[in-house]
């Protein structure tokens, strides 16, 4: 099949595929205008959705590693190079850049995907496949899908070699999916605080996603659901912009689990097992003897306690006092033995609290400040479905230790975190103790503070190898 370009795109020969595109485009340096212009390559693939930026160096040629990379699947881009980055988004107006940017590549690359979908399968459902995707739904959405070739034996009618999954609603998305104007839309895709700082630095990383149910709505979903974790990692959709926040004091975690003290005395013990008798006959299906057989075994068990001439007249008065309220057999000078015993419970969840304080220190750091802690407030709200019968779960919240502005690994020497909620926000305007503004109206300094639950607890099997090279969860 002949590959059908679009203006400004050529395939990138380097990959030796008929499926991945490079174009390069000229970026103004941190956005200002007159402050100069550097060409930056795209390269994408019309197969996946996803897309890498790369620096070009002075022969015009791309550096080995990008410096940021789009991910179609969660509509999520991650930068790999913090200070190229900054070379051309890190002003409000160089965020603005990179908003346009974003999109024109989205754009760009669902264009080559419909122009190269031909009559074959694999171009048609690759095209399908990206529509579909978080990163390109709403500009897919307004485009026209190429008919789906039915593949062998298949009934023309009837979609032919569709997935026979497409379409099948298993997550409640209808009622629980965020729509756009539930979303914390910014034009600056990446909120920071400082806003302006030099060099790598380590911060914490927040992004706002999609709780993915594990039940589809108004159904049990089976005998089995799957861990939270592993299906919010699945489907991970953004519902804000990416949040950078310094590292503050008090970073720590704690570890608990659930243990508790448990009683079984002797009399529990005896009755215990002429019930589980008459539960083990009944699961063979006799369930008429095992009634039966409950009521003889009972009645033998008590009798075989009231005649014995030790323990007789001690369970007399153990039940005499169970039905006045007094403890008739502690004033005999002997209790029945507890069998006490710390039996585990289970797992208990994790909480993660951070307190900042924000001191803008110009008015593009107080708007940002403003964006930041509006996008907290927005996506940790309960949403109102159509009509007000039901309520949408909030957003919940990917957070990340990031070491040397590297968000390709996890922190050495921190430890990691589960998808969390946000169970606590709290913001103090007047932290120093009186009400100050700067002319245009902003709190010469905010404190805020922050509680993220954990939504799952952790499990043996997510620690790795105690020499890894990092401080697992």
């Known amino acids: 099949m002949s590959v059908v370009l679009r203006s400004g795109w050529e395939l990138d020969n380097s990959n030796n595929s008929s499926v991945i595109f490079k174009a390069k485009i000229p970026q103004t340096l941190y956005g200002v205008p007159g402050g100069g212009t550097k060409q930056v390559e795209i390269v994408n693939n019309i197969s996946t959705g996803n897309f890498d930026y790369y620096k070009l160096n002075l022969l015009g040629q791309r550096e080995s590693q990008p410096f940021l990379s789009y991910n179609a699947s969660n509509d999520i881009p991650t930068i790999k190079n913090l200070s190229v980055y900054e070379e051309f988004y890190d002003t409000q107006n160089g965020q603005k850049q990179f908003s346009t940017a974003i999109k024109s590549s989205k754009e760009a690359t669902l264009d080559l995907a419909q122009l190269n979908a031909g009559t074959d399968p694999v171009s048609v459902r690759n095209y399908n496949t990206i529509k579909a995707k978080p990163g390109y739904a709403s500009l897919g959405n307004a485009a026209t899908a190429p008919p ?116 079984l005395n002797p009399i529990q013990l005896a009755f215990g097992q002429a019930a589980n008798n008459a539960i083990t006959t009944a699961r063979t299906g006799q369930a008429i003897d095992a009634i039966k057989n409950l009521f003889t075994d009972l009645g033998t068990t008590a009798n075989l306690i009231a005649d014995d001439p030790r323990l007789g007249p001690a369970v007399a008065s153990y039940f005499a006092g169970q039905a006045v309220g007094a403890n008739f057999l502690g004033r005999s000078g002997i209790v029945l033995n507890p069998n006490l015993e710390l039996l585990f419970q289970g797992p208990k969840l994790r909480s993660f609290r951070y307190n900042f304080k924000f001191t803008p220190r ?70 120093d103790g009186s009400y100050m503004t700067y002319q245009d109206g902003s709190m010469t300094s905010y404190t805020v503070d922050m509680q993220f639950d954990e939504i799952e607890p952790i499990y043996n099997e997510d620690i790795d190898d105690v020499d890894g090279t990092t401080m697992g969860y």
């Not at 629980?176 to 911060?203: C, M, Q, V, W």
């Not at 089976?222 to 970073?251: C, F, H, N």
């Not at 909030?394 to 589960?418: A, C, M, Q, V, W």
């Open 148 to 263: 789906l070739a039915p593949g062998p034996g298949a009934d023309p009618g009837s979609g032919g070699g569709a997935d026979p999954q497409a379409g099948t609603d298993i997550s409640g998305a209808t009622l629980t999916s965020f729509s756009e104007n539930e979303k914390a839309n910014t034009l600056e895709g990446i909120l920071r605080y400082p806003k302006k700082h030099t060099g790598d630095y380590d911060y914490l990383m927040i992004q706002p996603i999609e709780y993915v149910p594990g039940f589809g709505v108004g159904a049990i979903g089976g005998l089995t659901v799957e861990r939270a974790s592993s299906r919010i990692s699945r489907q991970k959709t953004s519902t804000g912009p990416r949040i950078y926040l310094p590292m503050t004091s008090g970073i720590s975690e704690t570890n608990s689990v659930g243990w508790g003290e448990d009683r």
């Open 362 to 431: 110009d008015a593009d750091e107080a708007k940002e400040i403003r964006r930041i802690i509006k996008t907290f407030k927005k996506t940790m709200a309960v949403r109102q479905t159509p009509g007000s019968l039901f309520l949408g779960v909030p957003s919940i919240y990917e957070l990340r230790y990031i070491y040397n502005s590297d968000e390709t690994g996890d922190h050495p020497f921190l430890n990691k975190i589960k998808p969390c909620a946000l169970t606590g926000f709290n913001v103090n305007y007047t932290p």
